[in-house]
Nanobody, 123 residues
Framework: VQLQASGGGLVQAGGSLRLSCAAS????????MAWFRQAPGKEREFVAG????????YYASSVKGRFTISRDNAKNTVNLQMNSLKTEDTAVYYC?????????????????WGQGTQVTVSS
């Protein structure tokens, strides 16, 4: 399983960015996809997840209402639309995949990871 994240960059507070992750998974529609992030000096934390059929989306409380996760199973991609960005959203963002249908936000439950893309929000 290979995951390739893209779309990071520098944006001012209050702005928006859209991250994308392309997955080379033969049975992509049997995977839960998620985004995590890691700020300097901090643990990697869960941001958002989406079940294989897109019917269930779940978010960390810190991003709920501002971020939206979506997926396109025909293209094997998962996206993260980030609006109303704050300086505290600055981090390296990683996409992750977990085979199966059990909804989880635990880092240890995801076995496949992308390389990360930097998001920097300036004040």
């Amino acid at each position: 399983v290979q995951l390739q994240a893209s779309g990071g960059g520098l944006v001012q507070a209050g702005g928006s960015l859209r991250l994308s992750c392309a997955a080379s998974i033969l049975t992509y529609d049997s995977y839960i996809m998620a985004w995590f992030r890691q700020a300097p000096g901090k643990e990697r934390e869960f941001v958002a997840g989406i079940t294989w059929n897109g019917r269930s989306r779940y978010y960390a409380s810190s991003v709920k209402g501002r971020f939206t996760i979506s997926r396109d199973n025909a293209k094997n991609t998962v996206n993260l639309q980030m609006n109303s960005l704050k300086t505290e959203d600055t981090a390296v963002y990683y996409c992750a995949a977990r085979q199966g249908s059990i909804q989880t936000s635990r880092r240890a439950d995801f076995g496949s990871w992308g390389q990360g893309t930097q998001v920097t929000v300036s004040s």
